[in-house]
DNA sequence: TATGAATGAGTCTTCATTCAT
DNA sequence: TATGAATGAAGACTCATTCAT
């Protein structure tokens, strides 16, 4: 893909990315500045242009990157668990892992979630609808046990409302925090509690007792 | 206030407003070109800066416009009902109507939303995140009765979950339509669908009898 | 010349020339705003321009105006006096009472000779070059009675010295005074102080006694 | 200062001086245009603001730049010369040299004593009222010996008349040349002779033996 | 390969002048 | 005749991208 740039000293091309999504995250794609990332990473002007043929490349570039990033973590989870509140309660602490290792990921994948740049819209679209906008929805669904639900309430939108909670709530929080000691153990038992509320109202009697 | 503007004749007045809302809803408040707002309202270069002294002041002025489009709206809601998934569905036929009365709206309210800018980002702040940021929740919830939920779950949790899924069925619903033929009755039925499954989870036996 | 402009009512004549000339005076030829004058004068921006065909004629008439104006100062001189300390003392005292009446001209004056832009420029050399750089010295050497001089002087040179002698101490003043109580007798007076000066070096003894 | 515009090539450099000086000293300050300069200095848009972060900056440098050069000058005079009229005199070939390196460093100091936009004029105070406003006319008494003034005359007087004739006759000869062959020998054999009226004026008759 | 000076299209904004009413 | 909204050329300045070294 990016040839120039992966054969670069690791050193450096962490440099740059870290840079990069710094200022990507900061201010957007149009507003990003490629001189401020040039700065931060310390390199020279026309480097940059020579491992990326131009910002927008660059700006893709980072977006499979965080991409796979992502997909690291997907990878950990343990997709065999049926029981939907188990797996976002497991989604959660691993979100919180995440967030401790590779914080700046956070707010990048805002900032792409917020994108208005028409130029890369529809890559964001395209490549990172699905870890962005619903944080792998149906993946997330995929496996679940769905005897343990009520009979009565239609399963795909018990479902999505739970998404739609964890979505709401993560963003709550991050409203609330934002640049202090980050997520903390306090955040995830809020969670729990949420979830538990979920659970007995979604699931059957027999399965909260 | 805008004096000059507001003398002008109401055609011309609209088009400026349309156009406006559509370059700023598109490209946010720094990369918003008033080139392009120019050329879509069909006026002169200098005439827009005889309306509004300079780009800011057309935004703040728009956000103003907005913010009372989005006032009549609420007024127009009976604040005397007090079961929350009646009113709830209340809101969303109002929605239902103001879209297709005005769907620029809708974007340039996301777009507000998501504004980056410092120059207008405390403006923003001052005058819409009552309306922008949470949708008016707070106001949403003033004077419900909270004695039809069931005693076991925590109400604020479960106010909160009604609101996080009104959101994310909305985001849901115009990530399909996206300029079509617009909100339609099927999606409202399908909003209707939403309500009452969290009605019977939530409420007392009793309530949904 | 004007036709439109001179058939106005003179209140209003008056209240734009005012306008203009201080305007002027501000901020030099291109600088100076045709809007400030309309607001000053209180009259419609079209009009300015229904008067005046546009800012340069307007400007033209302004230097006519206030050539006119010294001109009539001129006239009132006594050119019977040959004597060139005296003449030059009553120029001073007539200078005096000029600045009393009209004290904008003096500071429209000095912008004119300070004005760079290249549209007026000629114009200004054409019309004002008497009155400006040189105070009309020719006017004013014409008549004297150059016997009085000592007889191993250039008399041109005298003159010449004692013309820029009265020009450097007219800016000196002005550059101390500046908008305080304007000219003053204690001015007058270190002025009959340098006439006396060269009087005593310039003419023969015996005219000195 | 400035350090990308230092390392410029010489050539180059002097190309954009040349340019900029040309186009300050024809329309002043605010009426400059840098577009004028990037045309006559054949350099592209953006570099002159790669080089000088905007305008005031561009024009303070020329300040410093003009400064430099007319210090340059003052350096090479006598200054134990104690006699004023043969300092004087020395002034003035001084300055025909200068003149002769440098002819538009004259219109520049000239546009310079004139400005008026309020950006920039509290910084021409700082830096170069010493040399404009009165061609250092301190300085130039400074060391000077009086006692050979006639005893019946004010010294401080008879150097003002001194110092106002030099610039009158500057002036004078500048108006006359404009850019033609420029300062020339007769010129110099004038103000000599106005040295020398002045001189048999103003000192005692022994002075003049 | 790495560099950073050079480029110029594009940005917002100003203001003398025009012209329909 | 008086009006003031409309006009658009010109202003300073930005920044992604190129290219000679």
């Given at each position: 893909m990016y040839p120039k740039f992966s054969s670069l000293e690791p050193e450096k091309k962490e440099?740059?990315?870290?840079a990069a999504i710094k200022e990507f995250a900061r201010s957007g794609y149009e507003r990003a500045s490629t001189n401020e990332i040039i700065k931060e990473a310390n390199i020279a002007k026309g480097s940059l242009f020579n491992y990326f043929h131009n910002k927008k490349e660059l700006y893709l570039f980072l977006l499979d990157y965080?991409?796979?990033f992502i997909?690291?973590?997907?990878d950990e989870l343990d997709w065999d668990e049926t029981d939907i509140f188990k797996r976002f309660k497991e989604i959660a602490s691993t979100k919180f892992k995440m967030y401790n290792r590779f914080p700046q990921a956070f707010d990048f994948l805002q900032a792409i979630a917020q994108e208005n740049a028409l130029e890369v819209k529809s890559e964001i679209d395209k490549r990172m609808k699905k870890f962005v906008l619903d944080n792998g929805f149906e993946r997330m669904c995929r496996n679940i046990?769905?005897?343990?639900?009520?009979?009565?309430?239609d399963i795909e939108k018990a479902m999505n409302i739970i998404n739609w909670t964890a979505l709401g709530f993560a963003e709550q929080q991050s409203d609330q925090v934002h640049s202090s000691e980050d997520f903390n153990v306090e955040q995830l038992k809020?969670?729990?509690?949420?979830?538990d509320l979920m659970k007995r109202c979604f699931y059957k009697k027999e399965e909260n007792a």
């Amino acid at each position: 893909m990016y040839p120039k740039f992966s054969s670069l000293e690791p050193e450096k091309k962490e440099r740059i990315i870290k840079a990069a999504i710094k200022e990507f995250a900061r201010s957007g794609y149009e507003r990003a500045s490629t001189n401020e990332i040039i700065k931060e990473a310390n390199i020279a002007k026309g480097s940059l242009f020579n491992y990326f043929h131009n910002k927008k490349e660059l700006y893709l570039f980072l977006l499979d990157y965080i991409a796979d990033f992502i997909e690291k973590i997907y990878d950990e989870l343990d997709w065999d668990e049926t029981d939907i509140f188990k797996r976002f309660k497991e989604i959660a602490s691993t979100k919180f892992k995440m967030y401790n290792r590779f914080p700046q990921a956070f707010d990048f994948l805002q900032a792409i979630a917020q994108e208005n740049a028409l130029e890369v819209k529809s890559e964001i679209d395209k490549r990172m609808k699905k870890f962005v906008l619903d944080n792998g929805f149906e993946r997330m669904c995929r496996n679940i046990d769905v005897t343990k639900f009520r009979d009565d309430i239609d399963i795909e939108k018990a479902m999505n409302i739970i998404n739609w909670t964890a979505l709401g709530f993560a963003e709550q929080q991050s409203d609330q925090v934002h640049s202090s000691e980050d997520f903390n153990v306090e955040q995830l038992k809020e969670w729990d509690r949420y979830l538990d509320l979920m659970k007995r109202c979604f699931y059957k009697k027999e399965e909260n007792a």
